[in-house]
């Protein structure tokens, strides 16, 4: 019978190095039926920075987890992750509200084994796998949990779809109507170049 998940909580340990912890009692290696769940509620106050972007999460990041054992080799858990993310727009650099939440299951196996052969389970397709020198009685999430928010965070932001950015002349944004500048249409980053005299190539 499922376990209820408990209530979600902010007691989770934040080190020095920025790390986290999720910790997760496993249920018995050779009962396959059993499925155990937790939730915790993880706080990011300084926020993420990733791939040059500073994400912003002022409520935290909501994370579920259910494991459950394929085989008593083979551990699956589901990480659930659900946040409510700020981010500037790539284009017009205000701060663009997101949502994230998804599903992202883990494959939990000993370093070594090799599927079809030491398992039934032909291979982790399906899975997103992680080596393990052994199981204990619990198992700390936190580097999945890391990983699986990092994964659903945009390599881009735009606060719309059609976001007609900043004027790269004066830096208008171009959002609330167009601006005043005048002069030589092109790309502004070549105007050192403009009226240098090139010589023909005898």
Not at 69 to 93: H, K, M
Not at 140 to 166: H, I, M, N, T, Y
Request: with cysteine; aromatic share 8%; net charge negative.
């Amino acid at each position: 019978m499922p376990a209820t998940p408990s209530a979600l909580r902010s007691d989770n340990s934040l080190t020095s190095t920025g790390g986290l912890r999720c910790i997760i009692v496993l249920p018995p290696r050779n009962d396959t039926e059993a499925r155990v769940e937790e939730a915790w509620g993880v706080p990011f106050s300084d926020g993420v920075d990733f791939e040059g972007q500073h994400f912003s999460l002022p409520e935290g990041c909501s994370v579920r987890a259910a494991a459950q054992w394929l085989e008593p080799s083979l551990l699956s858990v589901t990480i659930s992750i659900s946040a409510s993310v700020v981010a500037p727009c790539a284009r017009c650099l205000k701060d663009a509200p997101l949502a994230i939440s998804e599903d992202l299951m883990y494959l939990y196996y000993l370093r070594g084994l090799e599927f079809g052969k030491d398992t039934e389970l032909e291979s982790d397709e399906g899975f997103m796998p992680v080596e393990i020198d052994f199981f204990g009685r619990t198992l700390d999430l936190a580097p999945q949990v890391w990983e699986s928010l990092l994964l659903l965070l945009p390599s881009k932001v735009l606060c719309r779809e059609d976001c007609a950015g900043l004027c790269p002349r004066c830096g208008a944004d171009l959002n609330e109507g167009p601006c005043s500048c005048k002069g030589e249409e092109g790309d502004p980053r070549f105007e050192v170049l403009r009226g240098l005299a090139f010589g023909e190539e005898s």
